[in-house]
């Protein structure tokens, strides 16, 4: 499969301390999903008229369906993993690749099915910078990084900025026209510790720049500005911004399109299984006989 080519990032410091402890939310791996009994399909009255209840119906015309589907993404979804688990173990060697990489499927909603790769490929990143690489690189590869070693513990200090910066301690107004540099520096500043002035000033430059870009680009691209401005992923929920993240998604290489074609997968099983919940849910209601009382 092709890989997006690019720069490898790695990234600098001068004072480096083992990963500080955060908080981190229990990943749950999709469960196979059971169909529900039906034990209560039809009924034949004593004139040979069909009765059935409706509700009764729904659910197992739904489990019927949900069983079906499951059979057939299930197998799909196991086999796209297992392509994409490959492209992660490539992409690691190149620092900016899996990076890039660990983006897309965060954004999508997936990465609970990988966080044994991605902590491998954050663990490498955070292992190379003690180097002044990160001098050479741009904007968007410093910010990126930056963020993802941040977000899953691993504290990164905030003076790697500073080659982006003037003598003054603002940053460069050259950078205003790196458009996705300036995006990933504002999500970047969103991970900010308290008194990390160069951070406060990341996120006033950002998204002062942001808010003049927004009214110069296309609708498509405007929209996708604005939407991270209101919502940048730290301070987001991956499942609720997933969807919106599909719809942007436009991948040229066949990892973007494995990428999207499990996360597409991954949506309809999950779904599924809170069909499947909701059913087992309204039985267990109606066999209880509250409704009644």
């Not at 209560?40 to 040979?48: E, G, P, Q, V, Y």
Request: charged share 25%; glycine share 6%.
């Amino acid at each position: 499969m092709a890989i997006r080519q690019g720069m490898s990032a790695s990234y600098s410091l001068r004072s480096s301390t083992a990963p500080y402890n955060t908080q981190q939310t229990g990943k749950i791996r999709v469960p196979v999903i059971q169909s529900l009994p039906d034990s209560h399909k039809w009924s034949i009255a004593h004139d040979l008229t069909l009765v059935s209840n409706p509700s009764q119906d729904y659910e197992y015309l739904l489990g019927n369906r949900i069983s079906i589907v499951e059979d057939d993404v299930q197998n799909k979804h196991a086999r796209k993993l297992k392509e994409v688990r490959q492209v992660l173990s490539k992409a690691g060697e190149e620092p900016l690749e899996g990076l890039f990489l660990i983006d897309a499927i965060q954004r999508l909603g997936i990465e609970y099915h990988f966080q044994e790769e991605i902590e491998a490929i954050l663990h490498r990143q955070y292992m190379a910078i003690n180097t002044d690489v990160h001098k050479y690189k741009d904007l968007y590869e410093v910010s990126l990084g930056f963020r993802l070693l941040r977000q899953e513990g691993y504290y990164v200090p905030p003076d790697v900025f500073s080659n982006f910066n003037s003598k003054e301690g603002k940053f460069i107004g050259e950078l205003s026209k790196d458009l996705k540099g300036v995006v990933a520096l504002f999500e970047a500043s969103q991970l900010s510790i308290e008194g990390e002035d160069i951070l406060d000033e990341a996120t006033n430059f950002s998204r002062q720049v942001l808010n003049e870009w927004v009214t110069r680009l296309d609708h498509h691209q405007a929209r996708t500005v604005a939407f991270t401005l209101r919502n940048p992923y730290h301070k987001s929920l991956g499942r609720f911004i997933a969807k919106n993240f599909i719809i942007d998604f436009r991948g040229t290489n066949g990892w973007e399109n494995d990428l999207l074609a499990l996360a597409k997968m991954d949506f309809s099983l999950v779904q599924s299984i809170h069909q499947t919940e909701i059913c087992q849910v309204s039985k267990w209601w109606r066999d209880l006989g509250l409704a009644k009382e």
